[in-house]
């Protein structure tokens, strides 16, 4: 049983993948080739966004996002955490200070009720995460930005895809910044990553910085990076489109049977007026290393994500003491993500649910 079952996807979408791949071998268009376009105008379209700007990966999203809304030393831009690190990466890279907040204990996403008082004179922006796929409270977080004339960047990374009172995730605030990693919701064979805004002149200064700042061809007009989504990557992603929403109806309803065969296990909640694309079927379990390791010895892959939250990695500790998110803190010791793709046989749920019912006891 795989975690995440990206060859079962392969051989469904073959035919269709393997043309398009060969398309661009023939064209020879590698960097900014007209599947670039294509792929923005269809993802702009899906997350109903004026302005979809693909890049390189969803750090360097976030990373032009901050830099787009020029945010810079003695800023300070509020987060969450218990996320991945490049959440909190990219605020430092931009020179910024990550001011976090603790999470939600059902949820795992950002406690919005906290973050009025961490607003102070210096922050400039607001970056929720839709942890494991489901979006935070975002019409809370835009009321409070809105406030204080601060930007929302959204981390989509783990929730493209999914509903929020009916609009979709990227196309919620200021900015939205996804992940096309291969194993996340809709995933590419490489690193890649996608912006999206309704701001003209953000997407503009997004579009410019993602090729280095150049306005025009070698007029640099701001500092870039180099972050552009490449050809290849975005062949492939039109080609995994095809079936993403069908996808997403096999996450929701094998997320649906597992809810159902794990009850009595705590599980991550689901907002009303949300879903989630199940980036990650979670489940919340004491003794959760002796849990984890019965489930691999069964042969059940799982994973944590994630074992320590931010402020007490190294790299981050500096911007918050140890105990300042005492949620996220518990959290990390107890959550564990189950296999989950939309190729998952019922089969093997099954083996899932049980091996996780005899490890519990
Ligand atoms: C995966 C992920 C990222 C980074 O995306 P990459 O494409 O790997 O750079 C950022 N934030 C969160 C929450 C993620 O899960």
Same mark, same amino acid.
């Given at each position: 049983?795989? @975690?995440?079952?990206?060859?079962?996807?392969?051989?469904?979408?073959?035919?269709?993948?393997?043309?398009?791949? =060969?398309?661009?071998?023939?064209?020879? =268009?590698?960097?900014?080739?007209?599947?670039?376009?294509?792929?923005?105008?269809?993802?702009?379209?899906?997350?109903?966004?004026?302005?979809?700007?693909?890049?390189?990966?969803?750090?360097?999203?976030?990373?032009?996002?901050?830099?787009?809304?020029?945010?810079?030393?003695?800023?300070?831009?509020?987060?969450?955490? @218990?996320? @991945?690190?490049?959440?909190?990466?990219?605020?430092?890279?931009?020179?910024?200070?990550?001011?976090?907040?603790?999470?939600?204990?059902?949820?795992? #996403?950002?406690?919005? /009720?906290? &973050?009025? %008082?961490?607003?102070?004179?210096?922050?400039?922006?607001?970056?929720?995460?839709?942890?494991? !796929?489901?979006?935070?409270?975002?019409?809370? $977080? #835009?009321?409070?930005?809105?406030?204080?004339?601060?930007? &929302?960047?959204?981390?989509?990374?783990?929730?493209? !895809?999914?509903?929020?009172?009916?609009?979709?995730?990227?196309?919620?605030?200021?900015?939205?910044?996804?992940?096309?990693?291969?194993?996340?919701?809709?995933?590419?064979?490489?690193? !890649?990553?996608?912006? @999206?805004?309704?701001?003209?002149?953000?997407?503009?200064?997004?579009?410019?910085?993602?090729?280095?700042?150049?306005?025009?061809?070698?007029?640099?007009?701001?500092?870039?990076?180099?972050?552009?989504?490449?050809?290849?990557?975005?062949?492939?992603?039109?080609?995994?489109?095809?079936?993403?929403?069908?996808?997403?109806?096999?996450?929701?309803?094998?997320?649906?049977?597992?809810?159902?065969?794990?009850?009595? $296990?705590?599980?991550?909640?689901?907002?009303?007026?949300?879903?989630?694309?199940?980036?990650?079927?979670?489940?919340?379990?004491?003794?959760?290393?002796?849990?984890?390791?019965?489930?691999?010895? %069964?042969?059940?892959?799982?994973?944590?994500?994630?074992?320590?939250?931010? #402020? &007490?990695?190294?790299?981050?500790? /500096?911007?918050?003491?140890?105990?300042?998110?005492?949620?996220?803190?518990?959290?990390? %010791?107890?959550?564990?993500?189950?296999?989950?793709?939309?190729?998952?046989?019922?089969?093997?749920?099954? /083996?899932?649910?049980?091996?996780?019912?005899?490890?519990?006891?």
């Amino acid at each position: 049983m795989q @975690f995440t079952d990206l060859k079962a996807q392969y051989a469904a979408l073959k035919p269709s993948i393997d043309a398009r791949i =060969q398309r661009v071998l023939d064209h020879g =268009q590698y960097i900014l080739g007209p599947e670039v376009a294509e792929l923005e105008t269809a993802l702009a379209a899906f997350t109903g966004s004026r302005h979809c700007i693909t890049v390189a990966s969803g750090t360097e999203a976030l990373l032009i996002a901050l830099m787009a809304l020029d945010i810079a030393p003695g800023d300070e831009v509020i987060t969450t955490p @218990f996320t @991945f690190a490049a959440t909190a990466e990219t605020i430092v890279l931009a020179g910024a200070k990550p001011v976090f907040v603790d999470v939600e204990a059902d949820t795992a #996403n950002i406690d919005v /009720r906290r &973050v009025a %008082a961490k607003i102070t004179p210096r922050t400039r922006a607001i970056m929720p995460v839709g942890l494991y !796929g489901q979006v935070a409270d975002m019409a809370e $977080i #835009n009321a409070i930005a809105a406030q204080h004339g601060l930007a &929302v960047i959204e981390d989509a990374a783990q929730s493209f !895809g999914a509903l929020y009172e009916g609009r979709r995730s990227c196309a919620l605030s200021t900015f939205g910044a996804t992940s096309f990693f291969p194993s996340k919701p809709l995933g590419c064979y490489g690193d !890649g990553g996608a912006l @999206f805004t309704d701001d003209d002149r953000l997407a503009q200064a997004a579009r410019e910085i993602r090729i280095h700042g150049q306005s025009a061809r070698y007029t640099h007009t701001r500092l870039g990076v180099g972050g552009r989504l490449d050809t290849l990557q975005a062949a492939i992603l039109l080609g995994k489109l095809e079936r993403f929403g069908w996808e997403l109806q096999q996450r929701a309803a094998i997320a649906a049977r597992y809810a159902g065969q794990l009850y009595g $296990i705590e599980q991550i909640a689901i907002r009303p007026g949300r879903d989630s694309v199940y980036a990650q079927f979670t489940v919340l379990v004491d003794g959760r290393d002796a849990v984890q390791a019965a489930l691999k010895a %069964a042969g059940v892959p799982t994973a944590v994500h994630y074992p320590k939250p931010l #402020n &007490v990695q190294p790299a981050y500790a /500096r911007h918050c003491c140890p105990e300042c998110c005492p949620v996220s803190t518990r959290l990390a %010791a107890r959550v564990l993500s189950l296999p989950m793709s939309a190729d998952l046989s019922l089969a093997d749920q099954d /083996r899932v649910v049980q091996a996780l019912r005899t490890a519990l006891g």
